[in-house]
């Protein structure tokens, strides 16, 4: 079955650092996300990208944020100056354009420590 | 912004008990979702409802959308072992690609 991958599994970087989680969609997908989920609370939305642009986005998702689909297979989020707070799991999803919203696969995300 | 509260927070149950928790809204929900988080992995979908009122099974699962749109339910029966984990409900609007998430309900199951 189909799925959506993540690396790094866990990514330690000091604060102030730039960081990129990558994200591999699966294949035929062609919306895809960005959820985060501090340890023990909700998850939380953070962006939607289609069509090579930014859909939609959240508040949590400000200047210091930014997404990219460098390739035919990747989508990465960039945070350029890591601030502890940022510390969390990072989901990346993707769904197909005929499904409707509930056809987001959830990748098993990247934790993110910032010390 | 959009608020989910579910209840209860958490639940020790024995194996072979019925499960029931709920989640309410602040605002109104076209879609309401219902995912099952395992420990370091992402939300796997369960159940997903369009309609007001709606009633839907997935095996021991039944999942309701509420007639006002604000709230819905999710019921287990029959729990077993592999049912722990962390349940969230979430909503989502027509036209809009965000899904807003529960504060989830943690299932644990006592030997």
């Known amino acids: 079955e189909p799925e959506v991958t993540q690396t790094p599994s866990h990514q330690v970087t000091q604060m102030g650092q730039e960081v990129i989680l990558r994200c591999v969609p699966i294949?035929?997908?062609?919306?895809f996300y960005w959820y985060r989920q501090i340890l023990g609370q909700k998850v939380e939305f953070l962006v939607s990208?289609?069509?090579?642009?930014?859909?939609?986005k959240s508040e949590i998702f400000d200047d210091q944020f930014s997404v990219e689909r460098p390739d035919g297979s990747n989508f990465t989020l960039k945070i350029r100056s890591t601030k502890l707070e940022d510390s969390a799991m990072y989901f990346c999803a993707s769904r197909a354009r005929t499904s409707g919203v509930h056809g987001q696969f959830f990748g098993p995300g990247t934790r993110l420590t910032v010390l | 912004g959009q608020q989910l509260n579910q209840s209860p927070q958490s639940m020790f149950i024995q194996e072979g008990e019925d499960v029931s928790m709920n989640c309410t809204s602040s605002?109104?929900?076209?879609?309401w979702l219902w995912y099952k988080q395992d420990p370091g992995e992402g939300p796997v979908l369960l159940i997903a409802l369009y309609k007001a009122g709606e009633l839907t099974s997935n095996g021991r699962l039944t999942a309701q959308f509420g007639i006002t749109r604000k709230d819905s339910f999710l019921n287990i029966s029959a729990s077993i072992p592999s049912d722990v984990g962390i349940y969230f409900c979430?909503?989502?609007?027509?036209?809009?690609?965000?899904?807003?998430f529960g504060t989830g309900t943690r299932l644990t199951i006592i030997p």
């Open positions: 990208f289609y069509n090579n642009e930014i859909s939609e």
């Open positions: 294949s035929n997908h062609l919306y």
């Open positions: 979430a909503g989502a609007n027509f036209g809009n690609e965000k899904l807003t």
């Open positions: 605002s109104i929900f076209n879609t």
